[in-house]
């Protein structure tokens, strides 16, 4: 008897189908006699399992874009190995929708990088303004706080358990990188750096070690430095363009020009070359009338060509990153938040 194949798909959250794998049968050995004796005995096997009907297995695997119970089973599961990255590099912009910027004429780089890898097209900011949608990113709360207010001060501090604490404690590097920042660990605002934007700094975990600030918390412009070798660039960075490169005050086309010249940088560095690293570029919030906002993940640990109508928000991004380690959940909020690990390759 010749070789029995099946083939089985799937279809992405995009739309298509592609096919996962073929399972062969095998050839023929022995009589025909006993093949068809063992098929037999599998299709009884089969229907005892099943409670009898139909003993066609389904040919495709939908993959839902709705918040499932598979998701909940992952997340408590942990990290698999192919989950696992070496590096992952945080941008954040600023106030604006993904309306305004993917498929726009004004973010022609934006919108090119969204089409070649994985997209977010339900990735919504939890709040306005600015800072509880950072502290959301990096500590699963918004603390409380409902304003931009700078640090110290008892009123705008989180006190409770971070990404930071996370990373240190499982053994992974990390550093905080603010553009136009005039020193490590200024925590007031300073010509287009905005501290707000800095959730690093709302942290006595961090703030209170001096030393310990200034080696995590540094101008953007130890980044080159930084990403020129998989050993100097941390395993977890968080990039904060300055407020005009961010699209907070200056156009949505001067932030694509700012990430046209940053990106590939990041993209061609060796420990995206080199291992598996994932990049995710979205935005702090949008504007009143619409708080979905741009979430792309680019780079070797990303999906290509992917568009993920799932529903996901600030804590589904910081819940990514702790499955991605192994990390514990800072609060019920990223604990229950749906993973975007269907965007990963």
């Not at 997340?75 to 190995?81: N, R, V």
């Not at 959730?199 to 430095?225: G, K, N, R």
């Not at 995206?272 to 993940?297: H, K, Y």
């Amino acid at each position: 008897m010749g070789s029995v194949t099946q083939a089985i798909s799937r279809e992405t959250e995009s739309g298509g189908r592609r096919p996962v794998r073929q399972v062969a049968g095998p050839a023929s050995r022995g009589s025909r006699a006993l093949w068809a004796a063992c098929s037999a005995l599998l299709a009884l096997l089969f229907t005892a399992c099943t409670g009898g009907g139909t003993t066609t297995p389904p040919s495709t695997v939908q993959v839902s874009s709705a918040k499932s119970a598979s998701s909940s089973a992952a997340a408590s599961a942990g990290p698999t190995t192919s989950m696992a990255v070496q590096h992952v590099v945080v941008i954040v912009d600023e106030n604006k929708p993904a309306t305004s910027v993917i498929g726009s004429s004004q973010a022609p780089y934006l919108s090119s990088l969204a089409d070649s890898f994985a997209q977010a097209s339900d990735y919504s900011a939890i709040t306005h303004p600015s800072l509880p949608n950072y502290l959301a990113m990096t500590t699963g709360t918004t603390a409380g706080i409902t304003s931009d207010c700078n640090p110290p001060g008892g009123s705008c501090l989180d006190k409770g358990p971070n990404l930071a604490q996370a990373l240190d404690r499982s053994q992974h590097s990390w550093k905080m990188y603010a553009e136009s920042m005039p020193a490590p660990c200024t925590s007031t605002n300073a010509g287009l750096y905005a501290v707000k934007h800095n959730p690093f700094l709302y942290l006595p975990s961090v703030t209170q070690d001096a030393a310990y600030c200034q080696a995590h918390d540094v101008p953007y412009s130890q980044f080159a430095t930084d990403l020129r070798s998989t050993s100097s660039l941390p395993d977890f960075s968080f990039i904060s363009p300055n407020l005009c490169n961010d699209m907070h005050d200056c156009s949505v086309s001067t932030g694509d020009t700012w990430m046209r010249t940053n990106v590939p940088k990041i993209l061609e560095s060796p420990a995206f070359t080199r291992q598996r690293s994932l990049l995710v570029i979205t935005f702090d919030e949008g504007d009143s009338a619409d708080n979905v906002v741009p979430c792309i993940f680019a780079g070797p640990a990303a999906r290509a060509h992917f568009v993920s109508f799932a529903s996901f928000t600030h804590y589904s991004l910081l819940r990514t990153i702790e499955l991605l380690w192994g990390l514990p959940t800072e609060t019920a909020n990223d604990a229950h938040a749906n993973a975007m690990t269907s965007m990963l390759n």
